[in-house]
């Protein structure tokens, strides 16, 4: 059992950058992929960035492919997404996820709450 929680998310004018944060509880976080995905409102949750459990392949939605880093500190149980050169079409609730290494919401067992991420033009 694996629980999640992120943080970091904000306002920020476009152009701006933020970190995203996400603990995970219990042992075994190092298993298991981490993923982040978003969800506008009225839209469906889209995939955004995945990285192994090593943490040495990550993959990226072209929307956000060159602004976006994903990373991990299996020591610290904790996954980041930093986010870079922002814009508007990036505002929507920003989740990360465990599960298998994949774009697809399918694989991933363990949700987190959701943080809220806001650009203004």
């Known amino acids: 059992q694996v629980q999640l929680v992120e943080s970091g998310g904000g306002l920020v004018q476009a152009g701006g950058s933020l970190r995203l944060s996400c603990a995970a509880s219990g042992r075994t976080f190092s298993s298991y992929a981490m993923a982040w995905f978003r969800q506008a409102p009225g839209k469906e949750r889209e995939f955004v960035a995945v990285i192994r459990r090593s943490g040495t392949y990550t993959y990226y939605a072209d929307s956000v492919k060159g602004r976006f880093t994903i990373s991990r500190d299996n020591a610290k149980n904790t996954v980041y997404l930093r986010m870079n050169s922002l814009k508007p079409e990036d505002t929507a609730v920003y989740y990360c996820?465990?599960?298998?290494?994949?774009?697809?919401?399918?694989?991933?067992?363990?949700w987190g709450q959701g943080t809220q991420v806001t650009v203004s033009s």
């Open positions: 996820a465990a599960g298998s290494y994949s774009g697809s919401t399918h694989t991933y067992n363990y």
